[in-house]
């Protein structure tokens, strides 16, 4: 199994609403990692997961949470979301984290945040 | 601070050509460099990656090649095919580990 699972697709919510967004794969990596992609620009990263542990956030707002449950679990909580933070969230994951490795994607989940 | 730059921005061009798509970056100080497609509204699907001591990757009709001291990287795809219409993206990797620092990208079309 070389997939990186997300659910959902596609989200709508309202700026007071709580949502998460989660993440899964099966193939024994242990580093996990959200991204978030405004439309025609690069993915931009927001966390990295090693071994469980959160090893690096990029300066993100708190209104984003995320959590790992276990090493193939990944998930990012949404709560107080603004009309900017509509985006494609993509998370991904690699064999360590290691800086040789490739990184496997997910399809993303689109947001949309009225 | 590391920039990655892809030129060009979008490309169109008829079945069976041969293409090149560039990629430049500031640093010459990277770990690898990465190649990337990416379909509308879908993740990325990890081409090609080119440790900074390696000069080329060759994966079928793909060829990526990396000339670290000027900074440069390139994608050639072999008599293309509407399928590989796409945006396919570069990312590099500093040698001190981190993030992945991607360029704008490149839209191709590639026309029947």
């Known amino acids: 199994d070389t997939e990186v699972t997300q659910t959902p697709k596609h989200l709508v919510m309202g700026m007071t609403n709580k949502k998460s967004l989660k993440c899964e794969q099966h193939?024994?990596?242990?580093?996990m990692y959200w991204y978030k992609q405004k439309a025609k620009k690069p993915p931009e990263l927001m966390f990295v997961?090693?071994?469980?542990?959160?090893?690096i956030n990029e300066s993100v707002p708190s209104r984003f949470s995320p959590e790992c449950p276990n090493s193939s679990l990944l998930n990012l909580h949404l709560h107080a979301l603004q009309p900017e933070d509509s985006a494609l969230y993509l998370c991904?994951?690699?064999?360590?984290?290691?800086?040789?490795?490739?990184?496997?994607f997910g399809p993303g989940t689109r947001l949309l945040v009225l | 601070k590391q920039e990655v730059t892809q030129i060009p921005a979008a490309l169109s061009v008829p079945e069976g050509e041969n293409l090149v798509l560039n990629c430049s970056f500031t640093?010459?100080?990277?770990?690898?460099l990465q190649w990337f497609r990416q379909d509308p509204g879908k993740g990325l699907t990890s081409l090609l990656l080119?440790?900074?001591?390696?000069r080329e990757q060759t994966s079928g009709r793909l060829n990526a090649s990396l000339d670290k001291s000027s900074g440069r990287s390139t994608l050639y795809i072999a008599a293309s095919q509407p399928g590989d219409s796409a945006t396919y993206l570069c990312?590099?990797?500093?040698?001190?580990?981190?993030?992945?620092?991607f360029g704008q990208g490149t839209e191709l079309s590639v026309k029947p």
């Open positions: 991904a994951s690699s064999l360590t984290g290691g800086a040789g490795e490739t990184q496997y």
């Open positions: 080119i440790q900074s001591s390696q």
């Open positions: 193939m024994g990596h242990r580093a």
């Open positions: 640093d010459s100080a990277i770990y690898n």
């Open positions: 990312a590099v990797r500093g040698n001190q580990g981190g993030k992945l620092i």
């Open positions: 997961y090693s071994y469980e542990k959160l090893s």
